[in-house]
C-alpha cells in the first residue's frame, strides 16, 4: 500500500515522503480499515515538525479517520467506521495517512449514515477537544460559555456542543463574526454586559493568544473556569495573572490536551456524539469548506498547512 511516513536521524527535523510499504495484517481484537478520508489536522503538521516529544519513528502520521473494515472479526466487516486518535494513534503506533490502518476493536465507531466519509474523518480531533475542553471544565446547563476563537474549527464545535448542552454561548472573534469582537473590544468588556456584570462562567481559548488569554480569565465571574487547548509556541507564552482578583474569584484554569488521552476514550466520546450527528444538531465541516488532495498531493499540503485539507482515497 502507499502511505505517508515520517523517518527521523538524530535531532533532525522529521522528513516526510510518499513510499509504498505492506498492507498490515490484524492481530487478534485489531481490524484493518480501509481509509476512504482523512483530514491533515494542526496537529499532523506539529508533528511532521518533531514538536511531539512522545512520537516514535518512522512513523505513518494522520489521527482522523474514515473508512470500511475489511479485515479482521466477521462481526465488523463492512462496517463503515469513523475515528480520531489518543496519545498512541499516529504518535508511537501507525496512523491513517494510508490505503489502510489497523485500529483496535475497542475503538470501532460506526460512522453516522448521514455523514460522507470525509465529513465523518474531519470531525474526530475538533468534536472530541471540545467536549474534553467543556467536560473538564464542568460545563453545566445554565452556564454562560465565552469562546475565544469561535469561528475556528474547534471554537465553533464548542459553541455547538454548549449549545446543545442548555449553556449560553458568547463568541470572540475578530470583527463582526461572533458577540464579541475581539480587535474592537480586546479586555472583552462586552462579555460583562452580556452577563449583566456577572462575567461568564467558562471560558474556552482555542486560541492560545496571551492577552486574549489575559483578558478572558479577568472577565470571569465568581467560580469562574478558564479551560484551553491551545498556547502560543513561539516567543512568550506567559500569561500575566492577577493572583489577588483570580484568589477572590476562586478562578480556575484547566489546560487540555487530546493528545494526553487515551484512543479509547476518544471513540467514547464520538459515540455519545452520533445520535447529534444524525439528528443535524451535531454539524461538521461542510465538504465546500474542505480542499481535497490525493495522497499523493499530501506532502505539498503539508508544507502548506493554511487551508483545511483531506486526504481523498476514494
Not at 505513518?60 to 470500511?68: L, S, V
Not at 494510508?98 to 475503538?107: Q, R
Request: aromatic share 6%; with cysteine.
Amino acid at each position: 500500500m502507499q502511505a505517508l511516513q515520517l523517518t527521523r536521524e538524530g535531532a533532525s527535523a522529521p522528513f516526510l515522503q510518499l513510499t509504498t510499504i505492506p498492507k498490515p495484517t490484524p492481530a487478534p481484537g485489531q481490524v484493518l480499515v480501509q481509509i476512504k478520508a482523512s483530514p491533515i489536522q494542526p496537529s499532523d503538521v506539529l508533528n511532521s515538525k518533531g514538536l511531539f516529544p512522545h512520537t516514535t519513528f518512522p512513523r505513518i502520521p494522520g489521527r482522523d479517520f474514515a473508512g470500511i473494515v475489511v479485515d479482521g472479526s466477521s462481526q465488523h466487516i463492512g462496517k463503515e467506521v469513523f475515528g480520531t486518535s489518543g496519545h498512541d494513534f499516529s504518535f508511537t503506533e501507525n496512523g491513517c495517512h494510508a490505503g489502510y490502518c489497523l485500529i483496535s476493536e475497542k475503538v470501532i465507531v460506526e460512522k453516522p449514515k448521514n455523514l460522507s466519509f470525509a465529513q465523518a474523518a474531519s470531525a474526530g480531533t475538533p468534536f472530541t477537544t471540545a467536549a474534553i475542553a467543556l467536560k473538564r471544565a464542568g460545563v453545566k446547563a445554565g452556564d454562560t460559555v465565552l469562546v475565544l476563537g469561535a469561528t475556528g474549527q474547534v471554537g465553533s464545535v464548542v459553541a455547538q456542543l454548549a449549545k446543545l448542552w442548555g449553556c449560553k454561548v458568547l463568541g470572540v472573534a475578530r470583527g463582526n463574526a461572533a458577540e464579541i469582537d475581539s480587535v474592537g473590544d480586546p479586555t472583552l468588556s462586552k462579555a460583562k454586559a452580556l452577563t449583566d456584570g456577572k462575567g461568564p462562567d467558562i471560558a474556552v481559548d482555542t486560541v492560545g493568544d496571551a492577552p486574549l488569554a489575559q483578558a478572558a480569565i479577568e472577565v470571569l465571574g465568581f467560580r469562574g473556569r478558564y479551560s484551553f487547548i491551545s498556547a502560543p509556541r513561539g516567543g512568550n507564552s506567559k500569561v500575566p495573572v492577577d493572583f489577588l482578583s483570580v484568589y477572590r474569584r476562586e478562578v480556575t484554569l484547566i489546560g487540555n490536551n487530546s493528545v494526553d488521552h487515551s484512543q479509547e476514550e476518544m471513540a467514547l466520546e464520538l459515540k455519545g456524539m452520533c445520535e447529534g450527528f444524525e439528528s443535524g444538531t451535531l454539524m461538521p465541516m461542510k465538504e465546500s469548506a474542505m480542499t481535497f488532495v490525493s495522497l499523493q498531493e499530501a506532502t505539498e499540503a503539508y508544507a502548506d498547512g493554511k487551508k483545511r485539507y483531506v486526504i481523498n482515497f476514494a
